[in-house]
């Protein structure tokens, strides 16, 4: 038997979200104060069968071998078959400010066919950052993120063990050349921009200081400064504002994730009044062959003659039903949930009503 069901409209799930006071430095990015991102290429050795298959990525022979080497060890000509070494990609971020030798986290991933990094520990591997420099070198165990378990004919896997982290397995080698303590001037920009949201952290920061130095420039961006703040430097002035509560502006928005049926709401979205209708149609198709046979003894052959069922079912749904205009969040739930439809059908109402015009927000589908 073969069910299909047809749904005119989306049901609806929505996760209330209200306006609240947040700190300026979750509003935005400080101009200057970011982290750089490293990438390296390394050797996981150590693992228990589960490394890479050399003839498959012969790329980690060679790199075996120059290691080898390098620490005076000549393999040359022989063959050089391990199973318990893995070719792996390493990354790490260099946060702001670090200083040399101080140690960050370090993430390693499997680029060939190894089954797993599980007990692996990985080789001195140089972290380059874009501009070719190494700023990090990593070294130690790997902390993979699964397990893998087999036998001769099944194979069970769970989570990634094919990628792991080495907790503070990077040390610091190189600074980032920024002086910060000698900047006149500072820019903040506006994780989601927004003029509301910038003037309100413009004037806040002025009555704080109580002086003029920070200027909206635009949505995303309010200039600091410095100079005119009268404070010692760059870092003295931004532990004074970091902190000052700003309630920030939002755009109304809409966004729904079709696989799981999710649907989140701002506070600030409106409908309009509406009519929507709501139905399902079932198509039920059965397959009953029959098989026919010949007389006994006689040169007929067996024949299988087809069978089908097929019927149109149609529930009476909802009907006609009008949502009045939504003034507020509760009213718009409200008025969506009185059609009684399921979760996911209300994503279809939500897409149906967007395109009538009467959904007042930004409709984002993941």
């Excluded at 404070?231 to 966004?255: G, Q, Y």
């Excluded at 009213?331 to 994503?347: E, K, Q, R, Y």
């Amino acid at each position: 038997m073969i069910r299909l069901a047809l749904f005119v409209i989306l049901a609806f799930l929505p996760a209330l979200a209200s306006a609240s006071s947040v700190r300026l430095k979750d509003l935005v990015e400080f101009d200057g104060v970011r982290g750089n991102d490293l990438v390296g290429y390394g050797l996981v050795v150590g693992l228990n069968g589960t490394g890479d298959g050399l003839r498959n990525s012969p790329f980690t022979e060679e790199m075996m071998v120059n290691i080898l080497e390098r620490l005076g060890v000549n393999v040359g000509g022989e063959q050089f078959r391990p199973k318990n070494v893995a070719a792996v990609l390493v990354t790490s971020t260099l946060p702001a400010f670090s200083r040399r030798g101080s140690k960050v986290d370090v993430t390693v991933s499997a680029i060939g066919d190894a089954k797993s990094l599980l007990g692996g520990t990985l080789i001195m591997t140089p972290l380059n950052a874009a501009d070719g420099d190494v700023y990090v070198v990593a070294q130690g165990t790997v902390i993979a993120g699964g397990i893998a378990a087999e036998g001769d004919a099944a194979r069970v896997v769970h989570g990634v063990p094919t990628s792991g982290i080495v907790p503070s397995g990077g040390r610091i080698e190189r600074e980032v050349e920024f002086e910060f303590s000698t900047l006149s001037s500072l820019r903040m920009a506006l994780r989601t921009p927004d003029f509301s949201t910038a003037e309100k952290i413009e004037m806040a920061i002025n009555s704080a200081l109580g002086r003029s130095v920070a200027l909206m420039l635009d949505s995303g961006t309010v200039q600091l400064d410095i100079d005119a703040t009268g404070m010692r430097s760059p870092a003295h002035v931004l532990s004074r504002i970091e902190n000052i509560i700003i309630k920030p502006e939002r755009r109304a928005r809409v966004v729904v994730d079709q696989r799981s049926g999710t649907i989140v709401m701002d506070e600030n979205v409106r409908i309009s009044r509406v009519a929507v209708a709501q139905g399902n149609l079932t198509l039920t198709i059965e397959e009953a062959p029959v098989v026919i046979q010949p007389s006994p003894f006689s040169d007929g052959e067996t024949v299988v003659v087809p069978r089908s069922t097929a019927a149109i079912a149609e529930d009476p749904g909802t009907g006609l039903a009008e949502i009045a205009p939504g003034t507020t969040l509760k009213d718009v739930v409200s008025g969506l949930n009185a059609l009684g439809v399921t979760p996911m059908d209300m994503i279809d109402i939500l897409k149906s009503i967007k395109a009538a015009g009467a959904l007042h927000a930004e409709f984002i589908v993941q």
